[in-house]
């Protein structure tokens, strides 16, 4: 199987993934729908095959004996993607996500225009959240080349794997992948301390470890971008106060409130008339008021002050939702699938 002609046809039909796995025949999801890509199923061997091609004789054996391996593959002039492989009921499968050639641009992906003054933050965490598919990788790969073309400065990102490929603009950006360049995150972090960053992006704050080098970082006048699984900015918050032990956890409060920034929330759907997906995001900026309620462990507030602070650009990830559903971008259902408060956007948006 010529899994580099499957994948050259899957980007061509607009796939975000492209999966393999035993039993069935390779499919690529396609505005969130899977798509047949040929009429054959994978054999065992097949799958193997694909993963030999992928990985190599090395990876493979990594594979192998771990179970699971991420790792970037790269066809020229078409696309760079990650990938995932792993092994299920004795077999191998593969999880391939597309990334373009291209750094989509903030205009292009519609991002809030408050997004673009964050990039001119000179110290504090960034975070943008999500669930997995939701487009957060592409949003910190725009912001950190929005910096590279319009600003001095010296990036580090830490990856795993590399997607999307920076090359040296007015800023410096230097790429490292973990298990390649570094043997993790943690390591990687507390080494970038050393490297004379003036901005550093984590790929995800996985771990107690990293998100306490990730704080340290930010308090010490870096400027911290990453990602963390999460939907709402409140539930941001909690998740990075509750990875530390009950009795750390109101030093982290104040520490975090001291640091944190902004918190960009977003998902991806399909739009209404089916061409293609859209973002809808969710905006925390950290004003005096945001930070008080932190310290204070009153996260369960924070989602009124976003509602009522509009005119700093704040937004919830409802009103952005219930805009897009006015301007007819996307359905009712669609609506009420993504958003936070199905009752009070049913009578906002007159839904019976």
């Known amino acids: 199987m010529q899994i580099d002609l499957l994948l050259e046809k899957a980007v ?19 505005h969130g729908k899977f798509v047949k890509l040929v009429d054959l199923r994978l054999t ?49 499968a593969i999880a ?17 225009e408050v997004i673009q003054k964050l990039c001119s933050k000179q110290r504090g965490l960034i975070l943008v959240t999500g669930p997995t598919g939701s487009g957060k990788s ?8 929005h910096m590279n073309a319009t600003m001095a400065r010296h990036i580090i990102t830490i990856e795993d794997p590399i997607e999307y490929l920076h090359h040296h603009g ?25 490297e004379d960053p003036d901005v550093i992006l984590m790929g995800e704050m996985r771990d107690l470890e990293t998100v306490s080098t990730a704080l340290t970082a930010a308090e010490t006048g870096h400027l ?29 409060r104040v520490q975090l409130a001291s640091v944190i920034e902004a918190v960009i929330s977003q998902q991806i759907m399909v ?18 008021a945001i930070r008080n309620l932190i310290r204070d462990g009153k996260t369960h507030q924070i989602q009124t002050i976003i509602q009522t602070n509009a005119a700093a650009q704040m937004q919830t990830m409802d009103t952005n939702l219930l805009g897009l559903y006015s301007k007819h ?23 019976s």
Not at 12 to 30: L, T
Not at 58 to 84: H, M, P, Q, S
Not at 138 to 145: F, G, R
Not at 329 to 351: F, G, K, P
């Open 224 to 252: 911290v971008l990453s990602t963390l699984h999460t939907i709402g900015a409140a539930k941001t918050i909690d998740r990075i106060v509750d990875v530390f032990p009950p009795e750390q956890q109101q030093q982290v």
């Open 170 to 194: 007015m800023s410096m950006v230097n790429q490292r992948q973990v298990g390649v360049d570094t043997q993790s995150f943690a390591n990687a972090l507390r080494s970038a301390l050393r």
């Open 12 to 30: 061509q039909m607009g796939a975000s993934d492209i999966h393999f796995s035993v039993g069935i025949e390779p499919v690529a999801r396609i």
């Open 96 to 112: 391939v996500r597309v990334i373009p050639d291209t750094i989509p641009s903030m205009k292009s992906l519609l991002l809030p």
């Open 44 to 92: 065992a061997e097949m799958a193997i095959g694909c993963a030999k091609m992928i990985l190599g004789e090395k990876g493979l054996k990594k594979l192998e004996e771990i179970g699971e391996i991420d790792t970037a593959y790269a066809i020229e002039k078409i696309a760079r993607f990650r990938v995932n492989a792993f092994r299920q009921k004795n077999n191998c």
């Open 138 to 145: 592409t949003t910190l790969a725009s912001m950190i080349d």
């Open 329 to 351: 971008v996307i359905s009712s259902s669609t609506l009420l699938q993504y958003c936070v408060d199905e009752e009070a956007v049913r009578q906002r948006a007159r839904l």
């Open 271 to 288: 739009k209404a008339d089916g061409r293609g997906r859209v973002a809808a995001f969710e905006i925390m900026l950290a004003t005096p």
